[in-house]
């Protein structure tokens, strides 16, 4: 069964830089999810978008923003990078249909700022 | 505040017995639980759920009990395998359109051989 895609697996950056960071949810899934895992600590939610329109907001700095696009793919744009956004972000999509919200996640992308 | 609680950050049992992990809540709205389990370096992988109006479900080698009245829900992994070895994050969220999950800090079990 197809599941959720998260690209680049892995991304190295610079202080000050921009990162973006892409999800694929699993198909006919409707709600994407971001979440921030930092080392040693359970995933923070940072945002999450439901028909293209951002449905909550969690912990996400304002130097991050992100979109849902018609295809239901989100990407996560990271700017002014610093060394503590170095951590796991990881994406999962619900179906909104469903009773209850069971998120499928995708692996993750790990993000290094140097 | 950490409304969903996992006091045990490590839990480590040998391999055919019973694993037990246990989580606490606070918020009384909850009325959906769920456990995840994760590999390092990987997504978590959602495991089993339970909602609120039922105090056990079950899968296989996996069961979730729910005490409404303690606020307190356990996973019990019966017989344990090696391969359970991992991080198990319980996650609950409340009904209505926000279902946002609100997770627990997660606890490591390892299942010895």
């Known amino acids: 069964a197809a599941g959720v895609i998260q690209s680049p697996r892995h991304l190295i950056k610079e202080k000050r830089e921009t990162a973006t960071l892409k999800c694929y949810p699993i198909p006919r899934h409707d709600t994407v999810y971001w979440y921030q895992q930092g080392p040693g600590q359970d995933p923070q939610f940072l945002i999450s978008f439901y028909e293209k329109m951002q449905s909550d907001k969690g912990s996400i700095p304002d130097r991050f923003s992100a979109q849902q696009f018609s295809d239901y793919h989100s990407e996560l744009n990271m700017s002014s990078l610093e060394l503590g956004d170095s951590a796991l972000y990881f994406c999962a999509s619900s179906d909104s249909g469903s009773s209850y919200n069971e998120q499928f996640f995708g692996p993750g992308t790990r993000l290094t700022v140097l | 505040d950490q409304q969903v609680k996992q006091n045990s950050p490590s839990l480590s049992v040998q391999e055919g017995r019973i694993s037990i992990l246990n989580c606490d809540y606070t918020?009384?709205?909850?009325?959906?639980f769920l456990w995840y389990k994760k590999y390092p370096a990987e997504g978590p992988t959602f495991l089993i759920s339970i909602s609120s109006i039922k105090d056990k479900n079950e899968d296989g080698r996996f069961t979730v009990f729910l005490n409404k009245s303690a606020k307190h829900l356990s996973l019990h992994i019966v017989p344990s395998q090696p391969g359970d070895s991992a991080v198990y994050f319980c996650?609950?969220?409340?009904?209505?359109?926000?279902?946002?999950?609100?997770w627990g800090l997660g606890t490591s079990l390892a299942v010895n051989p």
């Open positions: 918020n009384s709205m909850f009325d959906y």
């Open positions: 996650a609950a969220h409340r009904a209505g359109n926000n279902r946002k999950l609100i």
